[in-house]
């Protein structure tokens, strides 16, 4: 059973434009979420993250908006660059820490020029 | 370099033959967490460990997987008598404290085949 889903395998979208990238998760015990950037042969890279008392958070060109009631999230990423090109991972986890995160399959990201 | 170590970056093992994975943990992180991706999966969570300590291991096959994390030295995840389906990518992550939800730092892993 996947709690964390990413139903886009891959995105392309033109240099400058708006990236959204999208998660569904089940579990409603999950009060965080994370969003992960990897590159091949690469670790994932911590982009951002937001705290399901916030609906919002950003951090420079990239945004993460959370719909609790639909148990949705996503990732903004504005303008889009060419080195945003990755797989895009999006995870959850319960309170306190202490424990692991639970990953999405992930969704390729392509920067068109 | 500051960052988490894994070695060896790649890793080929015979059916039955044992496959050790290091990590080295951003120095002064006192946590570590193990993470297995297989093709075309996300990473899935593996085990929990602090400094002598395996705090969640829910996620770790019952047999022939085993991680530690001593005093002093890397962390070890042990695989033995591997099989074809251990072949993946296994990532090492570390944090300074028992909490995840700035983001822990990840290694770039190990890729592990099984022939």
């Known amino acids: 059973d996947q709690q964390v889903k990413q139903n886009s395998p891959s995105l392309s979208v033109q240099e400058g434009r708006i990236s959204i990238l999208n998660c569904d998760y089940t579990n409603s015990m999950f009060d965080y979420f994370l969003w992960y950037k990897k590159y091949p042969a690469e670790g994932p890279t911590f982009l951002i993250s937001i705290s399901s008392i916030k609906d919002k958070n950003e951090d420079g060109r990239f945004t993460v908006f959370l719909n609790k009631s639909a148990k949705h999230l996503s990732l903004h990423i504005v303008p889009s660059q060419p080195g945003d090109s990755a797989v895009y991972f999006c995870?959850?986890?319960?309170?306190?820490?202490?424990?692991?995160?639970?990953f999405g399959k992930g969704t390729h990201l392509i920067i068109q020029p | 370099n500051a960052g988490v170590m894994q070695n060896p970056r790649h890793l080929v093992r015979r059916r039955g033959q044992e496959a050790r994975l290091r990590c080295s943990p951003v120095?002064?992180?006192?946590?570590v967490y193990w993470y297995r991706q297989l093709p075309e999966e996300g990473l899935k969570f593996m085990v929990y460990l602090q400094k002598e300590n395996i705090i969640d291991e829910s996620g770790m096959p019952k047999e022939r997987f085993s991680a530690e994390f001593p005093k002093e030295g890397p962390s070890i995840l042990r695989i033995q008598q591997v099989v074809r389906g251990d072949s993946a990518a296994y990532f090492c992550?570390?944090?300074?404290?028992?909490?995840?939800?700035?983001?822990?730092?990840f290694g770039s892993g190990t890729r592990l085949t099984v022939v």
């Open positions: 120095k002064g992180h006192s946590h």
């Open positions: 995870a959850a986890g319960t309170g306190g820490g202490a424990d692991g995160l639970t």
């Open positions: 992550a570390s944090s300074p404290q028992g909490r995840t939800n700035y983001g822990y730092t």
